[in-house]
């Protein structure tokens, strides 16, 4: 009998591996005959011939169940029995368990039988459930959790009352050690399978560093923005407490806090954060306790019929560069400019000692954006100040500063060090994507000249005026759009010595990938949000990649994982890489 049998064929295709990347496509699927799929588009070109003659039937881009023979030359034998269906249907429920996390914290789980990837949101590691599938998405399917069966590994107890429903903190219940231990393998999978460094580069030669922790892991944001909303989001179990006064007002139910995950228009109501720092929560405990008040006259914005005065609230806190105490700017957010409205909750939060800044940002439009297109002080002064790395930046409502102060410390001594700047004033710095100017100012008076990059024209000014603040004179910044370059780019500036790029979430266009790979800067520091296109650009520019006709020329020197928000499943990671 010369005839594949299934088992072999189901092992052979789930030997290789597929990555999707950030919104469905930078999902990590790891190879292996333990049973993770690839996309049979991709596979049938790297099988032997005869494998690429084997055609399961309802073939379609995605795998299917393999329940054929193989060729026509071969005898025909009895049907081998036909297994399980590969793909679990909507609605079907399943048991599983919770190997690691992957992208936006979702548990990544594995159907028994077939090896089918699922994810789960609130799913933990060692975590065995029973879910229900919600969503299928070719290579993976979605399951909501129904049932618990055994509790996960390192399971703690959140401190916060919302952390159940919430999606800021969706790992507030997992321990702090566990939290680090899944980023830095998140990190490590990513570039392997999508980076294409192979495993004893990454591990035996100790390219990949072991994940900076955060001292600090609650109130460690310096900025929260909260939402207003007619209708406060409750759990199933909570709806019971919904409330109307004597007088038949439903203001008890307005709601402000954060959006319900996956929910735009729906708000869950937060008193008190965790995340944020102490004087803010102060602020937030004032202004909730009076302004459902129906003789204040205050209306949530609803997002549905476009009505109402209040939209967001938005607190930062700095600190005095004289004092070192905190400073915070209290931004309300409005479809209409009406201070006399204002007035009453002015007065309230401008009588604590912390608040020095009141703003009303209007927004007029439908959008759910907290950028006005006017901007009003109501109180004290237009903006507060923070210190980092011994400079003092001025922060305005809605200007960008790294979201946790403290561990900004770090990571941008990580980033200098990385540079490896001489310090004798000889070398030109590159700062692509520099927001406000916050790395490349930390570096300038080390280096002959810094320039910087960056889209938001807010965000230049800021730069040009933190340069002004700090006495740096060998500072240039210029707004353009680094995904638009054309090949003008690099005119204006000398070759750099040092190139750093701190793009967002979506990484580096390839058109700046390839001017990168044509300019050969000697030294590379790829600071990222999103280890998963960090990996992708990292194959890019370190490797020869044909369908992109590129040729890397880099070598990856290494690369350092820093957790800058602890509870929530972001990652930053500094990465070096030297001229080959």
Known sequence: MNCISYSRIYETFFAYSSYLLEDEKYLCVKGGTSGKMASISNLTNTLPLHFRRFRPSGYSSSLCT????????????????????????????????????????????????????????????????????????????????????????????????????????????????????????????????????????????????????????????????????????????????????????????????????????????????????????????????????????????????????????????????????????????????????????????????????????????VGNTSVGEEEYTLYGKSNITETLRGLTFQISANSFFQTNTYQAEVLYKLIEDCTGVKGDGSEIVLDLFCGTGTIGLTLARRVRHVYGYEVVPQAITDACLNAKINGIQNATFIQGDLNKIDENFGKNFPKPDIVISDPNRPGMHMKLIKFLLNLKAPRIVYVSCNPATCARDLDYLCHDVAEQNIKGCYKLISLQPVDMFPHTPHIECVCLLELQ
């Open 66 to 365: 393999l329940s054929c023979s193989l060729a026509e030359d071969v005898d025909p034998k009895p049907p081998i029995p036909k297994p399980t269906s590969y793909f679990p249907k909507r609605g079907q429920t399943l048991e599983l368990v919770c190997e690691s996390l992957a992208f936006k914290g979702k548990g990544l789980c594995k159907v028994t039988e077939t090896g089918f990837v699922v994810l789960c949101d609130r799913a933990l590691p060692g975590e065995r459930f029973i879910g229900r599938v919600t969503r299928k998405k070719g290579n993976y399917a979605e399951v909501t959790k129904v049932k618990t069966i055994t509790p996960p590994r390192d399971i703690v107890d959140a401190p916060c009352v919302y952390s159940p429903y919430c999606g800021g903190c969706k790992t507030q219940n997992l321990s702090y050690e566990a939290q680090l231990r899944a980023k830095e393998e998140q990190v490590r999978d990513l570039l392997i399978h999508v980076g294409r460094f192979s495993r004893e580069l990454v591990q035996l030669h100790g390219i990949m560093k072991p994940i900076v922790p955060c001292d600090i892991q609650f109130h460690y944001r310096n900025k929260m923005e909260f939402s207003f909303g007619p209708q406060r989001w409750l759990p199933r179990e909570s709806l019971h407490e919904r409330r109307v006064d004597d007088a038949g007002n439903e203001n008890e139910n307005f709601a402000l806090g954060l959006h319900a995950p996956g929910f735009f228009d729906k708000i869950l109501n937060v008193d008190k954060c965790l995340l944020q720092s102490h004087p803010a929560n102060k602020v937030l405990a004032a202004i909730q306790e009076c302004w459902r008040d129906p003789q204040l006259g205050f209306s949530p914005y609803n997002v549905h019929s476009h009505m109402g005065f209040l939209k967001h609230l938005m607190l930062r806190t700095g600190s005095d560069v004289t004092t070192g105490q905190p400073e915070v700017m209290v931004n309300f957010v409005s479809s209409s400019y009406k201070p006399e409205l204002l007035k009453f909750l002015v007065d309230k939060v401008s009588a604590f000692p912390e608040v020095v800044s009141v703003m009303n940002n209007v927004n007029t439009s």
